[in-house]
């Protein structure tokens, strides 16, 4: 069945270091890859996405590739800020708009 | 545009009582599913809705059942609660003709059970 893996977290960084969170994916056909972020005590909200092999989603200086190859969608950006301290999930939906299937999460800290 | 709008936000029972959570859906959308997300994990799909039926379910019990009203709000029930039903509860909408694969999430209901 489908499934999303990504790395245990908790990650703990400096303010303005390089972040990368992996997340890899199983899945038959093309299923389109999220990143939801989760700020303490609240829902998750669309951080980005991508439809296709090769797209990049970015918002908010993340990005992360659409990669078909290695059934990647790994979350970077280039420097972290204490406000992005949150916990980041990967998830994966199929065409037809039915359940989207989410990972464990990674929590994040971002030290001043 | 309101977004996905969720009630109550948290709320107390006792195990063996029965909860109701409600739902509206960010305007323009007509699909709704619901989420458990316990402690430290990620979401765990319950059931999704669209026309007002129920057209896929995750692996959770008959105790968890749904609604959905011809406005597109929908309703999650749990009867004779668990202390494992504590949890938090995630409405996502979205919208079944265009970017259907896109869900937005409410901000969630928090039910402890004692």
């Known amino acids: 069945g489908n499934s999303v893996t990504q790395m245990e977290g908790p990650v703990t960084l400096s303010e303005e270091a390089f972040l990368t969170i992996n997340c890899t994916y199983t899945?038959?056909?093309?299923?389109?890859l999220f990143w939801y972020v989760q700020y303490p005590g609240e829902g998750l909200q669309l951080l980005l996405k991508?439809?296709?092999?090769?797209d990049k989603g970015s918002n908010k200086g993340f990005e992360a590739t659409y990669r078909k190859e290695t059934t990647s969608f790994h979350l970077e950006k280039g420097s972290v800020q204490v406000s992005d301290s949150a916990v980041y999930f990967c998830?994966?939906?199929?065409?037809?708009?039915?359940?989207?299937?989410f990972g464990a999460g990674t929590r994040l800290f971002v030290k001043a | 545009d309101a977004g996905v709008t969720q009630s109550p936000t948290h709320l107390i029972k006792t195990r063996g009582q029965q909860v109701t959570l409600r739902c509206s859906p960010k305007?323009?959308?007509?699909?709704v599913s619901w989420y458990q997300q316990a402690l430290g994990q990620g979401p765990q799909f319950i059931f999704q809705?669209?026309?007002?039926?129920?057209?896929q379910r995750g692996n959770f019990p008959d105790r968890f059942s749904g609604h959905q009203f011809p406005n597109y709000s929908s309703e999650l029930n749990v009867n004779a609660l668990l202390l494992g039903d504590s949890a938090l509860y995630l409405c996502?909408?979205?919208?079944?003709?265009?970017?259907?694969?896109?869900?937005?999430f409410g901000e969630g209901s928090w039910l402890t059970v004692v």
């Open positions: 996502a909408s979205s919208a079944r003709q265009g970017d259907g694969n896109t869900i937005y």
């Open positions: 899945a038959t056909g093309y299923p389109s």
């Open positions: 991508a439809t296709k092999a090769d």
């Open positions: 998830a994966l939906s199929q065409t037809g708009g039915f359940k989207t299937i």
């Open positions: 305007s323009g959308h007509d699909t």
């Open positions: 809705y669209y026309e007002e039926e129920e057209r």
